[in-house]
C-alpha cells in the first residue's frame, strides 16, 4: 500500500490546515476557502495564516486550485497525508466507531450466513457500512485443502486422477501417459502422490509435486513423476471462485461520476468478473500485509486511477477471501475504515491494525 513520509515533514499548522480542507471538501464536495478553513478550524488563527499555510500546501502539492478564483481541494497526495493521519492511529480511533455498528455488522453476516446469495448479502453489507461500492471475491479454489488423491487406469496409457478438497469438492482429470503401465503400478503411484499433497492447497500441489516424487527409480515412482507432470493442470486450481458487488446506485449519485471518463472506467471494471478478480489479484500484489488503500494515481491499475480502491484479505469458509470498496476520491475514508474493520472482525479475523 502505498505511504507518505510526508505528513512527518509538515509542521501541526500545516497537517491542521490540510485536514481541515480534506474534511470540508469531503463534507461539501466543493473548492474550500480560507474562510472556511478558518472558521473549521475552531482555533485562534487569523485569515492571513490561514491562506499564506494553503499557499505552501498547494506549492508543495498538496492542495491545488480548480480556478482561479477558486477555494482549494485536495490533491492525491493531500489525500494520502489524511488518510495516513487516520491510520497512525487507528489502535484508539478504532474506539470511536459509530454506536451500535458492531452489531449492525454481526446481524448482517448472521442474515448471509447459509444464504445461496451469502456474497451479495456481504458486498452489500459493506456498501451501507462505506458508503462506496462493495465488493466481494470468494476464495478460489487454489486455496481448498487436499484430502486424498486417487488414480484409476483407463487404458491406452489413460488415467483417471481423482482430487478430493476438504469442502467435499472433486476435481477430475484424465491425463495420457507415453506408456500404459498395469493397474497396481497405477494404483500405487496414485497413493504415492496422494500421501505427498495431503494436507496441501492445490495451489501448493500444483508447485511442489513434481519435485517431490521419491528419488528411489522404481516403476511406482517413474508413473508418479509422470503422473505429476501430467497432472499439473487438474492440480492448479483455477476457478476463478464467485465475486459480488453492490451499491453501484450510491457510488454513481457522486458528483464526480457526472463526468464522462470516471462512469465509462466504472462500467468497464463492472462488466467483467473475470477482469475484477484479476484486478484484486493484481492489486493484492502491492499489498503483502493484505490491506491497502490506493488513490487516484497511485493505483498501479491505469482503469481505477479516476478513483479510491480499499481491499482487505479477510477469512471467507476457512480460506482467504477479498473484500473492496471503490469510490471516488473524496471518499469518506473514516467511515469505510470503521466499516472494514469491523466487518473483518465479524468474519473471524484478528484484531486489525492497517499498519502490521
Known sequence: MPTSSHRATLDERSLAVLTAVVRLDLETGRPVSSGLVERGLQRAVSSATVRAVMKRLEAAGYLEQPHTSAGRRPTDAGYRVFVDYLLSGWALRRHDAP???????????????????????????????????????????????????ECFRRGGGRVLMVVMLDDAAVRTGLVTLPDDPPEAVVAAAGSLLSRRVAGCTLREAAAGLPDAVDLEDTPVTRCAARLARAGRELLRGNDAGEIEFDGVASVLVAPEFQEPTPLRSLLTFLESPVGMRRTLQQLGEHAPEGFGIWIGQENPVAALRCFTVMTRRVPLDGRTGVVAVLGPRRMPYLRALHGLDALRRELGGPVWSPLN
Open 99 to 149: 454506536a451500535g455498528l458492531q452489531d449492525q455488522v454481526r446481524q448482517g453476516v448472521r442474515r448471509a450466513a447459509g444464504s445461496q446469495d451469502r456474497l451479495k448479502l456481504l458486498a452489500g453489507l459493506l456498501s451501507r457500512l462505506t458508503d462506496g461500492l462493495g465488493i466481494i471475491a470468494g476464495p478460489t479454489l487454489a486455496e481448498a485443502t487436499v484430502q486424498r488423491l
